[in-house]
C-alpha cells in the first residue's frame, strides 16, 4: 500500500484542531488562538517530537510505523472508523478489530434463527463452533454432546473418523488441506497467540496427516467454495459454500446456499421435515 502524504497530512491536522484539550485531559489555559490542540501537545501525548509532528502536517515526513500511528490515534482520541483511515493513509493495514471469544452477539443468535431456509453456522476464526441453527443441525448432526475443546471442525475432522462420512472420499484431501490453509491464515493473523498454539499443538500430536499438511505451508483463507454433503436420509446435497465475516475479528458466519435450479433446493425441504433425529452420528 501507498502513503498518501497529502491527505495524512490534512487529516492529522484536522483531527488535532478539532480535539479540545480538556478532551485530551489537558489544561485549556488562557491564550489560545484556536480551541484544538497545539502541535507540541500532540507530540506530548504520543511520545514524539514536535518537529515530526510538524512534518507529518506538512507531508514532508517518512512513512510512519504502525506503533507511531497507533499512539497517535489514541493521542487524537480517534474512533475506530477514523483510526482505520488513518492507517490506511499512511500506508499501513489498520489492526483488527475486538474479538468476541465465544461471546455470541444477541443479534447473531437473532440472524442464525430467522436464517430457517439456510444451513448456517457460526464459529471462531480457528474453527471453533459456537452456534448453529436448526435446518444446519439436522444437516450435520448436533454437537452438543461433545466436549467443548472438540467442538472445532479441523480436530474433528482430522481425529473424528465418521466425520469424513458425510463428504464424497474423493473430496477428502482437498478438504483437508483447506482446513489446514485457512487454520495456518487464522493463526498467523492471532501472531500465534496461546489458543491457536494450543489447537496446532494437539492437533499435531493426534494426526500424522495434520502434521504433515503443516509441514506444507499453505496458507488460504477459505471464504467460499462448492461442497457435497451425503444425508443418509435424503442423499447428496450440493452447497455453495459462503463465509462471512462479523463485526467481531475472530468470528464467522458459515452459509451452506443451494446452487439455483438444483435438488439441493428439493433436498433441503425434505430435510427441514425430517429434522436432526437422522443426521450423521459423527457429530453426536
Known amino acids: 500500500m501507498k502513503m498518501d502524504r497529502v491527505r495524512l497530512a490534512d487529516f492529522l491536522r484536522r ?6 484539550p480538556e478532551e485530551a485531559g489537558l489544561a485549556a489555559g488562557p491564550r489560545r488562538r484556536t480551541p484544538g490542540l497545539r502541535r507540541e501537545e500532540l507530540a506530548q501525548l504520543a511520545g514524539v517530537s514536535a518537529d515530526y509532528v510538524m ?49 455470541i452477539r444477541p443479534g447473531l443468535r437473532y440472524l442464525l434463527d430467522r436464517l430457517g431456509d439456510t444451513p448456517a453456522q457460526l464459529l471462531t476464526d480457528l ?6 441453527n436448526a435446518l444446519a443441525e439436522a444437516l450435520f448432526g448436533c454437537v452438543c454432546t461433545v466436549e467443548e475443546p472438540d467442538r472445532n471442525v479441523v480436530w474433528r475432522w482430522f481425529t473424528d473418523p465418521f ?9 477428502h484431501d482437498r478438504l483437508g488441506r483447506l482446513h489446514v490453509a485457512d487454520l495456518r491464515a487464522a493463526a498467523t493473523r492471532r501472531g500465534f497467540d496461546p489458543p491457536a498454539r494450543a489447537l496446532i499443538g494437539r492437533l499435531e500430536a493426534a494426526s500424522e496427516e495434520f502434521a504433515a499438511l503443516w509441514q506444507r505451508h499453505e496458507v488460504a483463507v477459505r471464504r467460499e467454495s462448492r461442497v457435497r454433503v451425503l444425508h443418509p436420509s435424503v442423499g447428496p446435497i450440493e452447497f455453495d459454500f459462503e463465509l462471512l465475516q462479523t ?10 446456499t443451494p446452487p439455483p435450479g438444483s435438488r439441493s433446493t428439493e433436498a ?4 427441514r421435515v425430517v429434522g436432526p433425529e437422522t443426521a450423521h452420528r459423527s457429530h453426536r
Open 15 to 20: 483531527s488535532r484542531e478539532r480535539l479540545r
Open 55 to 103: 512534518r507529518l502536517e506538512q507531508a514532508r515526513s517518512s512513512q510512519p510505523s504502525p506503533q507511531l500511528l497507533g499512539a497517535l490515534a489514541r493521542a487524537l482520541r480517534l474512533t475506530g472508523d477514523e483510526r482505520d483511515h488513518l492507517y490506511l493513509l499512511a500506508g499501513h493495514r489498520p489492526p483488527e478489530g475486538a474479538r468476541a471469544g465465544e461471546h
Open 127 to 132: 474453527g471453533d463452533l459456537l452456534a448453529q
Open 163 to 171: 466425520v469424513r462420512e458425510a463428504y464424497p472420499e474423493g473430496e
Open 247 to 256: 463485526q467481531a475479528a475472530d468470528q464467522r458466519l458459515r452459509l451452506f
Open 268 to 271: 433441503l425441504e425434505l430435510l
